[in-house]
DNA sequence: AAATAACCGAGACGGTACGTCCCGTCTTCGC
DNA sequence: GCGAAGACGGGACGTACCGTCTCGGTTATTT
């Protein structure tokens, strides 16, 4: 398999490509030319441009530390909007939004990617959100969860709505007054 | 512009392929020859396979009767029960699928076919089922709208989970007791 | 088929490309790039490098006028010197050397570029040849013609031996008297 | 210098390839991996197909008993004739041909390659036969044995014409007139 | 017998060329 | 005079070999 020094060199070539010129410039021939290695080195170890750039994603976040880091302050409102607001930056960061789109275009299409993409990284940051949840014990933690997560999501992909703050003030305030209403009733709650 | 049957062909075309081949296999080439149409006259009128896609994905919804049917009989849970196995039903249909996901991919990478997207398809759909919970006296519909759309879409577009009848019923009460609590108090509701 | 000036092109590249660097550097992708030609464009009308070649060498032959000049002044050993000094000429000529090797070379793996090289060049520079022992009423035209021809080839093929004047003299000398004594007895010859 | 038992494997499985697969399938990758064999350990004593090509025939030539027999029952047609055939038949063998060709081939391309093929091939073989002629007290028995080697070349490698029996004799009496007629006049002949 | 070197298999690597597909433009020719 | 048919320059695809280059794991001495 790639040697460790081709894998960060492809992997650095993808993202500044993907970032400075957009999806569609994301070519094997050009990843190979940037990173300075052959286009059979590529082949060797990805099948595709979707599988380096995922593949570099998840490079990236594992040397960011890795998980998720969902805050617990005790006040879930004020959680919440943190993650959200955290999210949303990421999201539109424009560092990372071509790139994170491309990925999510290349999942429509390629159904391994897309196993690999939930396993990966869908699951393990939805889990910590899920976790945050249940610690306020909530009730169906991972579907009030969904529900937090979907919205933003929906507005990124379909462009449905631009991101504002009081929408994400007002979102939160409705997933809180849910999730107290689907909390299990009769036990101590640890936060109100 | 394109003579009306040039268009049809050229719809039926893309569509064809689109769903016999998949997404890759959508090509200028490959539409001008299965529609018997030279590919000047696709570029007359198309600037890609994005805008012939969701040209036709339009004429298609035109011809079906154009805007979607959002149920309306009296009864909010029934109705968006409906609604939401409706929308679960079009986006899983084998023959739509691909298809489906092909311009969501797109979507992804370019700005104006997103705008055209949302503009004749996503606006409209979605004022309709707006408009189903103002109906029912719910407070910031818009965004109870958003929150009963937005995790089947997420679902779909992310793969995170699959669809199932209980969790469609689960998501349909959480909604509903969510858009009581937020209907605007003092005023006799239609429904209850 | 390919527009004339394409082919005008095409031509020149190869044969330049074959003068100066050699039968190896000879590539589809060096002579679409010397002529400034797609790819695509060298496939639609030739299948390998060797076509091409041909072709070029073919197209040069007509545009010289086509037909091998044999020499018929009425004195035979003089004209069959005069012959084969102009072949050696031609074979060892440092401008077409590597060319015509090149094309040898690649009769010997392709059975149908080796028919074409047969019936366009061999065959009508060879009739020439055997039709100037003819009129010396030679008999086995055919066959003598050969043995005057292939002791030619095969010192440039296998580099067996180097060409010099006293061995062509020897040669000539050698053939004219086989061709006497086969020349048909009894009738009066045009030459002596 | 390579191990005996290594250039035996690659002599084989240079030889298997070139037979079943023909020229173009030769390749220093495919026979390293026929011969199971590492490509360094190819590179170590060759430079080229070509090479391996020669040195493979050239030990298969030596193990066969080293130099081509020439026939010398002292009657000069018969010997000619038979020497002819196994030449003839030799060439055509469908076991050989396309390794001869190859190797010829590469002769067009590689003048080292020419000259060891020249030396260790051709020579020897050509010597025997001007030995025989020299045994018959023909004059210039170089010249003469050239003539009769090289119509069979010609026809083989420029396949010209076709081999028959009625060419061999004819070609083979039209030789021994020519030899008859050059042989040292006074001396007593061995031969008739 | 253990140490030491030479050799070899395996195969990653930067490259070049292959032959194909499709892009978007431009030209030709028939209805 | 419009439009199908398709040639054209171009770019990327995925594959096959090239020749070079480490790697370990034998072999075969050499001590």
Redesign the pocket.
């Known amino acids: 398999?790639?040697?460790e020094s081709?894998r960060s060199k492809v992997h650095a070539a993808v993202l500044s490509l993907a970032h400075e010129s957009g999806l569609g410039a994301v070519?094997?021939?050009?990843i190979a030319a940037r990173a300075?290695?052959?286009?059979?080195?590529l082949?060797?170890?990805w099948d595709?441009?979707g599988s380096i750039l995922f593949d570099a994603l998840l490079a990236r976040s594992v040397d960011a530390g890795g998980e998720v880091a969902v805050p617990d302050s005790g006040d879930l409102s004020n959680d919440l909007r943190a993650l959200a607001t955290g999210m949303i930056a990421e999201l539109t960061d424009p560092a990372h939004e071509r790139l994170l789109r491309a990925v999510t275009a290349e999942l429509q299409a390629d159904d391994g990617l897309a196993d690999r993409f939930r396993e990966l990284l869908l699951v393990p940051q939805q889990s910590a959100i899920v976790d945050r949840f249940r610690r306020a014990d909530v009730a169906a933690p991972d579907d009030v969860a969904e529900l937090f997560v979907a919205p933003i999501f929906h507005r990124w992909l379909l462009r449905s709505r631009p991101f504002c703050e009081a929408w994400v003030t007002a979102h939160v305030e409705r997933i809180v007054r849910l999730a107290e209403h689907a909390a299990t009733p009769g036990l101590p709650r640890r936060e109100g």
């Open positions: 398999m790639a040697r081709t070519t094997m021939e050009g300075g290695v052959s286009k059979q080195t082949y060797r170890s595709s441009t």
